[in-house]
């Protein structure tokens, strides 16, 4: 059912055409471009030393504060252990060889190679796969693309949990430097995250310059402490053998297994590693870890344990208690302030590439990205994805109080993210790369191998607070699946309605009654076929411009397109000519300009002093006929009259632009 209400001008707000599939492209006679050289591309400019800076100062900063929380979660809570000398050589044994198998072995030599062309993360790692992997038909999604969107529905559920965690435990340090300040704690937690999230407009590279030099104090601190305690008992070190490992859990049993819900807080920064990779690069973020945080956290925490083999009471909170009473731990707690403020950054930032990605690629509606960083394109900032991180942090800070109640909450989401890395990198090296069976299958099978247990103990906390990051994740995975098939059927309806392209021109001197001078740019989300605004501007009007351009922006599956591939202009005859603009997935599209440079490259005819822009306003009909359900498409059509402006996300000016209305349904 079609319903032509007639047009608006200006247009204010309103649905974009969505970017086209490989079987659009198909359909085009047109291949996917391969896009520039990761170097190129990616814009990283500056040496490595102040690049490995910066990622100190977003990449590292989750899993750089983990020695606040990970050590004092495996003694002291509910599912903690005693601290005898065994229990604390084999957590500091199983604490040493996760950091060494799940981040350095995992990600920092294996996944981070699968970048796409620079971007790391779960949605770029999807991209790399081949079409026929990623979809299901024309309108569904694949078992694997839903595996990929879980995984990142994941990821943002943990991003919620991170920030809140890290600086509520931060500022217990001052009940354990006297109890008089307890009941400053969590009002002075939502104070300091309001301020993190208020400055995230600076951009990354901002962020990055100031929380760096910070953050090389921090590791520094962390280095020095751990060193002193060391040097008192040297005998800690033996836990850097397995065997200790190995030996807890002989003795502990199925409680041993639990413990790994407690030891996965010192890894929980690896899937942000990988996310915030097209911040700063690979080759930065390996020298950063390898030179600095990876030395630091490890020293550190044999550190705690020295600690605790001297003075087991001192299980309540070892970090806090490397310090005696006094000044020293009010400036330990202000500098672990500033740590657990950068820890936020790392899954910030990543929130935010993932997001970028998941509009390109047409998992979530448009919104406002502001690219905060002229020499790289990956530092961006999404205001719509801050301040609903900043909403959820504060609400879990403000429901369960302590540190040690939000720990239970921590880690089911992202063990299950890594899970699904693992299985997608498999894929990648067997369906993209080419990589033989037998050389693909046992490292999954090793990933697999430290994923799953990880995974396992995390369910055991699902009812003390591990249903919090299910619960975002599933709200989330379920809009991203319901965009994503409604602007398939929206396309396809409108694909139905209007004839080809050739179809169109062969009769348009029947349906024109006369041409007005001027150049009228039709936005549609097809190329080939006669955008749907123009049937309908036709229909009602009889008349058209002498120039008409048909607009359509295909998003590759690549982050960036380079310039020669960038646009591809066929005159079709009788003044109409389409255009076809292709970006990558982390390029931002300025029409204005790319109509300017086809007009200088390709010759395109506009006059640009008479030129408007046509868009069509979708307004979406939830009925029981519908396919998708009534639910689902009053979901869609909730989140379709949400979607961002349409001038502003293609830096078209408004006051060139007419919006044409349709209702229908699904």
């Known amino acids: 059912m079609f319903v032509l209400p007639g047009a608006r001008c200006p247009a204010m707000r309103g649905t974009m055409p969505e970017a086209t599939n490989d079987q659009d492209r198909q359909a ?44 004092k979660e495996c003694v002291s809570s509910a599912h903690g252990v005693p601290p005898t000398p065994a229990n604390v050589l084999g957590l500091l044994s199983l604490i040493f060889w996760s950091l060494m198998m799940v981040v350095t072995v995992k990600y920092v030599t294996f996944i981070t190679r699968a970048d796409n062309e620079g971007e790391g993360g779960i949605l770029a790692l999807l991209a790399l796969l081949p079409e026929r992997l990623r979809t299901r038909g024309t309108q569904g999604v694949g078992w694997v ?8 529905a994941l990821l943002y559920g ?47 590279a901002r962020v990055g310059k100031v929380f760096g030099p910070i953050m090389v104090v921090w590791f520094i601190a962390l280095a020095a402490l751990g060193l002193a305690f060391i040097a008192r008992n040297p005998a800690v070190l033996a836990a850097l053998s397995p065997v200790h490992a190995a030996r807890f859990f002989a003795e502990n049993g199925l409680h041993g297994v639990a ?30 870890w390898y030179g600095l945080a990876l030395p630091a956290l490890a020293l550190n925490y044999f550190g705690q344990g020295a600690l605790l083999l001297q003075s087991p009471e001192a299980a309540e909170n070892p970090f806090f208690a490397m310090v005696p009473k006094g000044p020293l731990t009010y400036a330990l707690v202000a500098l672990s302030a500033m740590a657990t403020v950068i ?35 990956g530092q961006i900032y999404i205001p719509m994805t801050n301040w609903a991180l900043a909403a959820g942090c504060l609400a879990l800070v403000l429901i369960f109080q302590h540190s040690s109640r939000l720990a239970a909450a921590y880690g089911l989401a992202v063990t299950g993210t890594m899970g699904i890395t693992s299985v997608v990198y498999f894929m990648v090296m067997r369906h993209t790369w080419g990589a033989p069976l037998a050389k693909a299958l046992p490292l999954l099978l090793l990933f ?79 190329a080939g076929k006669t955008p749907y605004v123009l049937a309908h501007h036709l229909k ?74 046509y868009l069509g306003r979708e307004t979406i009909l939830a009925t029981e006929k519908g396919r998708m359900g009534r639910v689902a498409e009053t979901i869609f059509a909730v989140m379709a009259r949400n979607a961002g402006e349409v001038p502003g996300y293609f830096k078209l000016p408004p006051e060139r632009v007419v919006e044409l209305g349709v209702q229908i349904d699904l």
């Open 28 to 71: 085009q006679g047109g291949a996917r471009p391969q896009g520039a050289g990761a170097a190129q591309a990616h814009g990283h400019r500056g040496g490595a030393a102040a690049l490995a800076l910066g990622a100190l100062g977003v990449v590292f900063g989750d899993i750089g504060t983990s020695p606040l929380y990970a050590l």
């Open 145 to 152: 693309a839903g595996l990929v969107v879980l995984g990142a």
């Open 158 to 204: 943990d991003g919620v949990i991170t920030p809140a965690i890290s600086v509520l435990s931060a500022m217990e340090g001052l009940a354990v430097a006297t109890s008089a300040l307890k009941p400053v704690v969590v009002p002075l937690t939502c104070a300091i995250l309001v301020g993190l999230f208020s400055v995230q407009r600076w951009g990354t």
């Open 259 to 288: 413990i790994l819900g407690s030891v996965v807080l010192v890894i929980t920064g690896g899937e942000a590693l990988y996310a915030d990779m097209g911040h700063f690069g690979r080759g930065p973020i390996r020298l950063a």
């Open 343 to 377: 820890a936020s950054q790392a899954l910030i930032s990543g929130a935010y590439s993932l997001t970028h990605q998941a509009i390109q690629l047409g998992y979530l509606p448009r919104t406002g990205v502001h690219h905060t960083s002229s020499t790289a394109e």
């Open 448 to 526: 697999l191998a430290l994923d799953l247990p990880f995974l396992g103990a995390n369910l055991l906390k699902f009812f003390e607070g591990g249903y919090v990051p299910v619960v975002i994740a599933a709200v989330l995975f379920a809009m991203m699946v319901i965009w994503k098939r409604g602007r398939a059927i929206l396309t396809e309806r409108f694909t139905r309605a209007v004839p080809s392209i050739e179809a169109f021109v062969r009769g348009l001197d029947a349906s024109c009654d006369a041409r007005v001078p001027g150049t009228a740019v039709f936005l549609s989300s097809r």
């Open 540 to 613: 009602h009007n009889k008349v058209l411009h002498e120039t008409a351009v048909l607009l359509t922006v295909v998003t590759e599956h690549v982050p960036r397109v380079t310039d020669k591939e960038r646009l591809q202009l066929t005159s079709i005859g009788k003044g109409v000519h389409q255009l076809i603009i292709r970006s990558g997935f982390m390029q931002s599209t300025d029409v204005p300009a790319l109509l300017r440079r086809a007009a200088t490259q390709h010759g395109l005819p506009v006059d640009f002093a008479d030129v408007t822009y």
